[in-house]
């Protein structure tokens, strides 16, 4: 849990290609990661919970209090989404109210007990398609929270019935200290960052609310102005610096000169641009590129050696054989490739291998 804290949460994506975003992310920083202490967190300690950030994520409970500021702006956007109201037909309230009666009467549900349950609302049918939409509305805007997953599909419950009373109990924080908390934890986990990078790290605040934060607590002196050099060329950059950073740097432990591998959604990756301009790294996710049209591959990855992304390769896990494929690896330019550095990419893939079940590695010609 320390991890997801230092982090600020953790990403969750349903591509299983090689394995899921949150277990690479965790896997990547913790050695010897077990994935069932992340299921105890989730679904027995509850002191973690899922839902949203720029993307599903998994995040703190103990900061469960100022995701219900989100809910009714959730509901109101939900409700203006032209998708959405075409999925719920004329009469979502309907549908909405019963999804929420059946859970409340028969405890936690999957979207997949309602595929087969038609009901009939004021002359129109509606079938299992609302009731997901439904579902999904009603964990968006808090009144059910995601109790556990099954082969990584949500099972529903009413939030009363997942989070801990003391978790419930907590107030429900005005604007101001929303604003306040959000900026602050957001730029204590980047050290530095413009007000746009702030806004956009739990995507709680606009871009103005994190800009008015920043220049009043310069002047309380409770923040820092800097200029931040960038490493691919561009001109530096202001921003702004929590106050004891020259402290937190000279305290940090030099990086593992070990090659790690990053997935697409690490954290590290998450925004594209900071990435490009501090380490000199130009990232894309391909995987909803046309293959035709990819660069480099389905689901890169990342090297991490130091402090300098590297390199990337590309993965499949093929499950069924037990085999990590290898399809690709590119190494950025300047990168010297030398006999040490590609047996400590041959140690990160082996270990990697270990972590997905696989029991053989199938490299190509390099």
Known sequence: ??????????????????????????????????????????????????????????????????????????????????????????????AINYVLKRIEREGSLMAKDFEHDRRREAGTWWEWKPAKAALEFLWHTGRLAVTARRNFHKVYDLTDRVLPAHVLAESIPDKHEHINWACRTALDRLAFATPGEIAAFFRAVSPADAKHWCGSTLKKGHINEVVVES??????????????????????????????????FDPVLRDRKRAKRLFDFDYTFEGFVPSAKRIYGYYVLAILQGDRLIGRLDPKLHRDQKQLEIKGV????????????????????????QFVGASEIRWPEM
């Open 1 to 94: 849990m320390k991890r997801i804290d230092q982090l600020g949460y953790v990403q969750i994506d349903s591509i299983n290609v090689l394995e899921r975003a949150h277990h690479l992310t965790l896997f990547t920083r913790l050695p010897g990661y077990d994935r069932k202490v992340l299921t105890q967190l989730l679904e027995k300690r509850r002191s973690a919970f899922e839902h949203w950030t720029h993307d599903a994520s998994i995040i703190p409970s103990r900061w469960f209090r100022y995701w219900r500021l989100r809910f009714p702006r959730a509901a109101k956007r939900i409700r203006s989404n032209a998708w959405w109201n075409e999925r719920m037909g004329k009469k979502p309230n309907q």
């Open 231 to 264: 490493v691919d060329g561009s001109k530096p950059r202001g921003a702004y610096a929590v106050v004891d950073w020259e402290e937190r740097l000279a305290k940090s432990k030099p990086p593992p000169d070990e090659i790690r591998l990053l997935g697409p």
């Open 330 to 353: 590119w190494w950025e330019p300047k990168v010297k490739v030398t006999k040490a550095r590609r047996k400590e990419l041959k140690d990160a893939v082996e270990s990697l291998a």
